[in-house]
């Protein structure tokens, strides 16, 4: 079951200086009823869903019988997306940018539509729906026998695999109620989670996949007005992201409406 209120995680910046004489900075994440489990900056995906929902991850076992038809079917489903969609095939996806490609087309073929229609006329048994609401990880849950077997999370790049630190990124929701502490050079920042679309979107443990398709700008789409790119795959990746390594980024931000709103403005010239 995930929480009934929100969750307190704590977060201790401590600053270092090194030998070099440069500083730096170690970040640690605990959250209020499991303080041992702390972590550095880095954690897992797993450890990250048991803090935040109450739940984990069910790691991908390929000898287990569920998941290795599972794997098949998921193989299948691709491998028809890029007959269609490949560069040998007929269709293309028409969108501005590469991450459009995913669920932002022009026309209506996204791939997480197409990819949840390919893959429920071979599942049988696995039936695949797009994760409701739409903004947030995930963008697709499997369903077998009416329990959630599985999350998958739709990337499409057109860059080779090293990319920037932020391509995967995990939003549980917006903090609240934050204070900061300044003792012994450390800065501690505590604040409550509230509830985000990642709440409403993962009901229970179940298997987590990412799918990277790879994409390739193969001319421009000019219709009434309407400017874009089409574009087809070249290939995807599977991965089981129960262990994969996530990185926290602390960081003060505001607009430039909070600016001119709370910011004392001094001169103003031209428009």
């Given at each position: 079951?995930?929480?009934?209120?929100a969750?307190?995680?704590?977060?201790?910046?401590?600053?270092?200086?090194?030998s070099?004489?440069?500083l730096?900075?170690?970040?640690?994440?605990s959250?209020?009823?499991?303080?041992?489990?702390?972590?550095t900056y880095?954690?897992t995906?797993?450890?990250?869903?048991?803090?935040?929902?109450?739940?984990?991850?069910?790691?991908?076992?390929?000898?287990?019988?569920?998941?290795?038809?599972?794997?098949?079917?998921?193989?299948?489903?691709?491998?028809?997306?890029?007959?269609?969609?490949?560069?040998?095939?007929?269709?293309?996806?028409?969108?501005?940018?590469p991450?459009?490609v995913?669920?932002?087309?022009?026309?209506?073929?996204?791939?997480?539509?197409?990819?949840?229609?390919?893959?429920?006329?071979?599942?049988?048994?696995?039936?695949?729906?797009?994760?409701?609401?739409?903004?947030?990880?995930?963008?697709i849950?499997?369903?077998?026998?009416?329990?959630?077997f599985?999350?998958?999370?739709?990337?499409?790049?057109?860059r080779?695999?090293?990319?920037?630190?932020?391509?995967?990124?995990?939003?549980?929701?917006?903090?609240?109620?934050?204070?900061?502490?300044?003792?012994?050079?450390?800065?501690?920042?505590?604040?409550?989670?509230?509830?985000?679309?990642?709440?409403?979107?993962?009901?229970?443990?179940a298997?987590?996949?990412?799918?990277?398709?790879?994409?390739?700008?193969?001319?421009?789409?000019?219709?009434?007005?309407?400017?874009?790119?089409?574009?087809?795959?070249?290939?995807?990746?599977?991965?089981?992201?129960?262990?994969?390594?996530?990185?926290?980024?602390?960081?003060?931000?505001?607009?430039?409406?909070?600016?001119?709103?709370?910011?004392?403005?001094?001169?103003?010239?031209?428009?």
């Amino acid at each position: 079951m995930a929480y009934k209120t929100a969750k307190k995680v704590f977060l201790i910046y401590k600053l270092e200086r090194l030998s070099s004489g440069r500083l730096r900075g170690k970040l640690t994440m605990s959250s209020d009823n499991n303080r041992e489990r702390a972590q550095t900056y880095k954690v897992t995906f797993q450890i990250l869903l048991e803090q935040l929902l109450g739940f984990g991850v069910i790691k991908i076992d390929e000898i287990r019988e569920d998941d290795k038809k599972f794997l098949d079917i998921l193989r299948q489903t691709v491998e028809s997306l890029l007959k269609k969609y490949g560069k040998s095939g007929d269709g293309v996806f028409v969108a501005r940018r590469p991450n459009d490609v995913s669920n932002n087309t022009v026309k209506d073929n996204d791939l997480e539509d197409e990819l949840v229609n390919y893959l429920n006329e071979q599942g049988g048994q696995f039936q695949a729906g797009k994760a409701k609401p739409t903004a947030g990880y995930p963008n697709i849950v499997v369903r077998k026998g009416g329990e959630v077997f599985c999350y998958i999370d739709v990337k499409v790049t057109s860059r080779s695999v090293t990319g920037s630190a932020r391509d995967i990124y995990i939003s549980p929701g917006p903090p609240t109620g934050m204070s900061v502490t300044v003792t012994d050079g450390k800065i501690m920042l505590s604040f409550q989670i509230k509830k985000g679309n990642l709440y409403r979107k993962v009901e229970q443990q179940a298997r987590h996949l990412i799918l990277l398709f790879r994409v390739e700008n193969v001319g421009e789409y000019t219709v009434t007005g309407t400017r874009a790119n089409k574009w087809k795959l070249l290939g995807c990746r599977v991965y089981d992201v129960s262990g994969l390594i996530l990185k926290t980024k602390i960081e003060f931000n505001s607009s430039f409406k909070d600016l001119d709103e709370t910011g004392k403005r001094l001169l103003t010239v031209g428009s």
